[in-house]
T-cell receptor, first 113, second 115 residues
Framework: ETGVTQTPRHLVMGMTNKKSLKCEQH?????MYWYKQSAKKPLELMFVYSLEERVENNSVPSRFSPECPNSSHLFLHLHTLQPEDSALYLC????????????FGPGTRLLVL | GENVEQHPSTLSVQEGDSAVIKCTYSDSASNYFPWYKQELGKGPQLIIDIRSNVGEKKDQRIAVTLNKTAKHFSLHITETQPEDSAVYFC??????????????FGQGTILTVHP
């Protein structure tokens, strides 16, 4: 599990706050992903980055803003979120965007009040 | 797009029994099928995967079978132990070529192994 780390592990924020989630992978991979995991729903792919370039934006609201400064780091900037955005946000990485095996971090449990 | 259905949603077994979780997929072009185990407070961890050119794969107590014709694949856990208790997810993707490795996940199965 130390291959992909995420901080913070837990976050409580108000709807007017701005916060950022951080993901770091220590596997030498070139692709990184953000997923949203809500109760009783399948994992939802949000964004995909390949070599720091966004290759997928899965109809995610603009209140979620990803950033990939290099192939090891991925951020998810949050602003003016809604209570329904409360979920577990998972980061994953893979060797390449076309390599199927993805390795997940532990996630950030987000609660929006 | 791809759609993956997973059953059952919950599964309760006695320690030592076998557990089977089944998934069906809709896109006949899917060629990679991983299984993930998610324990409480952790992210999903890959436990086994299979590609479309193989019908079965085993790793100790875990096995996965794939039926391409019927478009379904299954996870088999033998001699279950309490530490096998977790949520299990199947997934499917059509990776390679011009498409990236987009995984479509099933809804998950909560497995409980009673001592």
């Amino acid at each position: 599990e130390t291959g992909v780390t995420q901080t913070p592990r837990h976050l409580v924020m108000g709807m007017t706050n701005k916060k950022s989630l951080k993901c770091e992978q220590h596997l030498g991979h070139n692709a990184m992903y953000w997923y949203k995991q809500s109760a009783k729903k399948p994992l939802e792919l949000m964004f995909v980055y390949s070599l720091e370039e966004r290759v997928e934006n899965n109809s995610v609201p603009s209140r979620f803003s990803p950033e990939c400064p290099n192939s090891s780091h991925l951020f998810l900037h949050l602003h003016t979120l809604q209570p329904e955005d409360s979920a577990l946000y998972l980061c994953a990485s893979s060797q390449e965007a076309r390599r199927e095996t993805q390795y997940f971090g532990p996630g950030t449990r987000l609660l929006v009040l | 797009g791809e759609n993956v259905e997973q059953h059952p949603s919950t599964l309760s077994v006695q320690e030592g029994d076998s557990a089977v979780i089944k998934c069906t997929y809709s896109d006949s072009a899917s060629n990679y099928f991983p299984w993930y185990k998610q324990e409480l407070g952790k992210g999903p961890q890959l436990i086994i995967d299979i590609r479309s050119n193989v019908g079965e794969k085993k790793d100790q107590r875990i096995a996965v079978t794939l039926n391409k014709t019927a478009k379904h694949f299954s996870l088999h856990i033998t001699e279950t132990q309490p530490e096998d208790s977790a949520v299990y997810f199947c997934a499917a993707s059509n990776a390679g070529g011009t498409s990236y490795g987009k995984l479509t996940f099933g809804q998950g199965t909560i497995l409980t192994v009673h001592p």
